[in-house]
């Protein structure tokens, strides 16, 4: 399967707080992962896959364009720095987790990062549930999107909020 991203690190750097000497290395796995958590499960795989393969061979349609620059982007840029802002403060070794420091900078406050990522995470709630209802209201632009194969391994989902707890329903 071919693997794109809808949005690439220098735009990530751009829409965000996330300076630009942070290293292209270190944000590039983290847009897979929100690309792949959060972004994918709205579009289902087909109309993922198709996407990414528009992208790969430049055969985008001028709505799948809109789609991505309009309304995929702005999520995925908010979701990709929710994944960061703790990713990027710390350092994997083959002997141990540490956190990154600088002589010029002190870490932020555990209550102050904690407020920091709700607000991102508000932000790409906001943004994925703009997207879903985009798709929605216009499925219609987007075949594969409204009617995937019966083989899709990941369903589409217009969900995007999670409020941190799980209710199960009685019955069910």
Request: charged letters at 25%; aromatic letters at 10%.
């Amino acid at each position: 399967m071919i693997r794109k991203q809808y949005v690439t690190s220098v735009e990530v750097k751009q829409l965000t707080t996330v300076e630009n000497n942070v290293d292209d290395a270190k944000i590039n796995p983290l847009i897979f992962k929100a690309q792949d958590m959060h972004i994918q499960p709205i579009l289902g795989s087909d109309f993922h896959i198709h996407l990414q393969e528009g992208i790969e061979n430049g055969t985008l349609t001028q709505d799948e364009t809109d789609l991505i620059n309009d309304y995929i982007k702005p999520a995925l840029v908010d979701w990709t720095h929710y994944v960061a802002i703790t990713q990027l403060a710390n350092k994997t070794t083959n002997k141990t987790v540490a956190n990154e420091f600088s002589q010029y900078t002190i870490n932020a406050e555990r209550a102050s990062q904690k407020d920091l990522k709700n607000e991102l995470r508000d932000s790409a709630e906001f943004y994925t549930k703009r997207l879903a209802n985009y798709l929605c209201l216009n499925s219609n632009l987007f075949p594969l999107y409204e009617n995937p194969t019966d083989k899709e391994n990941l369903h589409k989902n217009s969900k995007s909020y999670f409020s941190g707890i799980y209710i199960p329903r009685r019955g069910v």
